[in-house]
């Protein structure tokens, strides 16, 4: 591969980091004109999330796995052009079932491309700047997830169907574009990556971990936005200009959280992360006034990537014979957390509203530290050499 292309290659790395949260939050502020064309409410049309979502969680149980058997770069490719396949679907829909299975497998394709390109970049990337590298990656999915609903609602005004045009010539771009070139021994006598290399016990706690960062941190967006309404009157414009503060923190600060794992070590940064999260929610459900809430909300979103960036860099730095399998079940359960989250703390905030940011703050005070995996520290060396 040529220098060109090797550098392209690599910048498809980081714009597939961008493209997935874009994918799962571009409905978001569509959803009224959703609603207009199937027929159907805005409250109903915001299944389109869910149908993106829980396909996207439930592969990834075994989609890094499969993608390491089937190889990396084939894997990903065809993963760009199936989600291009039901971008242009979900754009040429008229009836909301043919609409929902297209976000279906929109979900399903991102599956397999997230948890490959985290590998791909740990294979491309020297050891002591992982940590960095994984930073830029965390910092292009912020920005994702961040811009997803302001653009999704520009192209609404407009013709909601634009976006998934949008997204589909991205996805065939990215296809084009590929990943670099995986560099792992073949054989007879080389094993195959197995799902049970995967669902290791160190794997399953940080992908606790991530899910308590993830569920107690970005995941009560939700309950953010039910105390600004319910203490302070504020109305949906201005819940939604409050709650973009953690993802814009999160796209400025990620790249330098990195960098700090490289010097401290992933397990450091998570306790930092952990720490810092429960504190800020214990600010957040006391506040008195509205601007201390969008600054700690804000702080929020810095301790959401202490936790994430720290997870990812530890999973991939501990896991050699299948880094894809680790990552795609430390994402799963990741996002299985912030799936739960508001069935759990919804009916404990209408019971107690400060309760309901305690009980998330202790479990990243006490329950993250506990959970938390052994593993390399800062340039990959032994937890006991820099980390103890």
């Known amino acids: 591969m040529n220098v060109r292309r090797a550098a392209a290659a690599r910048a498809g790395l980081y714009a597939g980091a961008f493209l997935g949260p874009f994918g799962g939050g571009i409905t978001v502020a569509m959803l009224p004109e959703l609603g207009a064309s199937f027929g159907i409410s805005a409250a109903t049309a915001s299944v389109s999330v869910t149908a993106y979502l829980v396909p996207f969680a439930a592969v990834m149980l075994v989609s890094g796995t499969l993608g390491e058997r089937w190889g990396r770069h084939r894997t990903v490719v065809v993963a760009y052009l199936v989600y291009a396949a039901a971008s242009v679907l979900a754009a040429l829909s008229t009836a909301l079932p043919v609409f929902l299975a297209a976000r279906a497998v929109q979900g399903l394709a991102n599956g397999f491309t997230s948890p490959l390109l985290l590998a791909a970049l740990a294979s491309a990337t020297a050891p002591d700047v992982l940590g960095r590298a994984v930073g830029w990656f965390g910092s292009l999915q912020a920005a994702g997830q961040t811009s997803a609903p ?8 407009v013709d909601w169907r634009y976006a998934f045009w949008g997204v589909a010539l991205v996805a065939l771009g990215l296809a084009a574009v590929g990943i670099p070139p995986e560099e792992r021994p073949s054989g007879p006598d080389v094993p195959r990556p197995s799902l049970r290399s995967a669902w290791r016990g160190d794997v399953l706690r940080a992908g606790i971990v991530a899910a308590l960062g993830w569920g107690c941190l970005s995941g009560l967006n939700f309950l953010v936005a039910l105390r600004v ?6 109305g949906s414009g201005e819940r939604g200009l409050l709650l973009t503060g953690l993802g814009v923190a999160g796209l400025f600060t ?64 501990g896991s050699t014979t299948n880094p894809a399998g680790s990552m795609s079940v430390v994402q799963a359960v990741r996002f299985g957390g ?36 052994p593993g390399p520290t800062a340039a990959g060396r032994p937890a006991g050499d820099a980390d103890a």
């Open 338 to 373: 912030g799936a739960l989250s508001p069935l759990l703390v919804t009916p404990i905030y209408h019971a107690d509203p400060l309760t309901a940011f305690l009980l998330p703050a202790a479990l990243l005070l006490v329950a993250v530290p506990v959970a938390l995996p």
């Open 150 to 157: 302001l653009l999704g609602g520009v192209a609404a005004e």
């Open 254 to 317: 990620a790249r330098l959280i990195g960098g700090a794992a490289d010097r401290i070590g992933p397990r450091r940064c998570v306790l930092i992360g952990g720490v810092l999260g429960g504190l800020l929610l214990i600010g957040i459900g006391l506040a008195p006034v509205v601007w201390v809430v969008a600054a700690l909300w804000a702080l929020a979103g810095v301790a959401t990537q202490f936790v994430l960036v720290g997870v990812n860099t530890l999973v991939l730095r």
């Open 229 to 234: 309404e319910d203490a302070f009157g504020l």
